[in-house]
C-alpha cells in the first residue's frame, strides 16, 4: 500500500515563499512519476508541477511557471514544491499524487494512482 503525507502548508502573505514536502511510502517509489495539484474553494482540482521518476522530466502549470520549483529526493521518498512570490490566487489545498504505472510525467489528475490528504496553503493580501 502506498500513502502519501503532505507537510509545510501554512498562512503567509503575498510575496513569501513556503515549502511543501510529501513523504511517499512504498518499496518502489523511485519508479513513481509525482506530481502536486491544487484545489481552491469552488474550483476544480488544478495541475501545478509533476517530476518524472529520475528528475529529468519536469513540467508546470502556466499559473506557477517561474514561481514554483518541484524536486524529489529519492533516498528520502520525499517530493518537495518551493513556492516563491506567492499570490493570494495561490490560496488553495494542495496535494501530492503518485503515478505508478505511467512512462511520462503527466499533467492529467486522472492518471495519477495515489493521494495525499492535503495541505492547506493560505496567501494573505
Known amino acids: 500500500q502506498v500513502q502519501l503525507a503532505e507537510s509545510g502548508g501554512g498562512l503567509v502573505q503575498a510575496g513569501g515563499s513556503l515549502r511543501l514536502s510529501c513523504a511517499v511510502s512504498?518499496?518502489?517509489?523511485?519508479?513513481?512519476?509525482l506530481g502536486w495539484f491544487r484545489q481552491a474553494p469552488g474550483k476544480e482540482r488544478e495541475f501545478v508541477a509533476t517530476?518524472?521518476?529520475?528528475?529529468?522530466?519536469?513540467s508546470y502549470g502556466d499559473s506557477v511557471k517561474g514561481r514554483f520549483t518541484i524536486s524529489r529526493d529519492n533516498a528520502r521518498k520525499t517530493v518537495f514544491l518551493q513556492m516563491n512570490s506567492l499570490e493570494p490566487d495561490d490560496t488553495a489545498v494542495y496535494y501530492c499524487?503518485?503515478?505508478?504505472?505511467?512512462?511520462?510525467?503527466?499533467?492529467?489528475?486522472?492518471?495519477?494512482?495515489?493521494w495525499g490528504q492535503g495541505t492547506q496553503v493560505t496567501v494573505s493580501s
Open positions: 517530476i518524472s521518476w529520475n528528475g529529468a522530466d519536469i
Open positions: 512504498g518499496d518502489t517509489f523511485n519508479r513513481y512519476a
Open positions: 499524487a503518485a503515478d505508478a504505472y505511467g512512462v511520462a510525467t503527466t499533467m492529467d489528475s486522472d492518471d495519477y494512482d495515489y
